[in-house]
């Protein structure tokens, strides 16, 4: 196996592997769950390179959310009630994702 670091592939497993080793520290190091979401928010939020950025946990109905954490435009937004489920972007997601009990 060639691996030079001009191969695109090579970049990219790269930044992967650099992308999950931030994540496997971001969660060793933080002890507090609302931490732990702001920060991971933000780093999706830049692996991205995105502007906004949304993250729902979810009781087992699915129907609440228990902790929400989003960025908009730089701005952070964090709900951390028991609420309900109204909007179809959201709706959309919880239908469509996998879930790791």
Known sequence: MNTKNY???T?????????LHSVYR?????????????????LITQVFSAEDCLILMVDSSKKYSTLKCEIRKGKKFVYDKKTWIS?????????????IC
């Open 26 to 42: 971001l969660i060793n190091s933080t002890f507090e769950l609302y931490d732990l979401i702001i920060r991971l928010t933000k």
């Open 7 to 9: 191969l695109t592939p």
């Open 11 to 19: 970049k990219r497993y790269k930044f992967l592997i650099s992308s």
């Open 87 to 99: 909007s179809r972007f959201e709706k959309r997601i919880i239908k469509n994702l996998s879930m």
